[in-house]
């Protein structure tokens, strides 16, 4: 084996390695703070995606997917949003603008729905969880959440606090879904929970319903 060979062995292991992707993500959500916020999101999904390709060629993620198991996982991701929707849909407004400042409700689905559920699940409940720890994975994406709403802290900080205890809620769900019925479920779940909880309340906004 040459020493470029090595040397590449080398990084795609520091790539791949849970913690370390961890923290190179929270990292970046730190230092691209003031970034505006789509350009900032982009980033932190190409982080993750990076962390996805590095690990994919000594170890490939398991999707399992099963349309049984996946229906699963939507009712899982269901129910427990819907309760949020009707306890809380004024609030939820509030932090989907927070997290999606100046987005519809289509551009709200396309972002939170289409790419951030299967890249965040495929990162935090394939990579995260399965190769370091479930607690890991919760946590990070708690820290995640966190890190995406600190541009609007100074105006609004309660929504920290919200966000923190919310997405510490959502990754515990997430992570039963994927221990119980796959990684493709999970991302089902993730998907109809942001639907509900992101989505549904600006679509109704909208209609003024």
Sequence with gaps: MTARSRRRRQSARLY???PLAVVALLAVGLLTWQLEASARLTLLWLVQIGALLATSRDRPLELGYRPADVGRGVLVGAVPALAILLLAGGLLRTVAGRFYPGSDAVAIFQQAVLIAAPVEELFFRGFVQERWNIWAGVIGYALLGVVCVLPTAVEFPLVLL?????????????????RLYGLAAAVAAHACAATLVLVLPLALADLRL
């Design 16 to 18: 791949s390695s849970p």
């Design 162 to 178: 919200l966000v923190a205890g919310g997405w510490t809620g959502l990754g515990l769900l997430f992570a039963y879904v994927r």
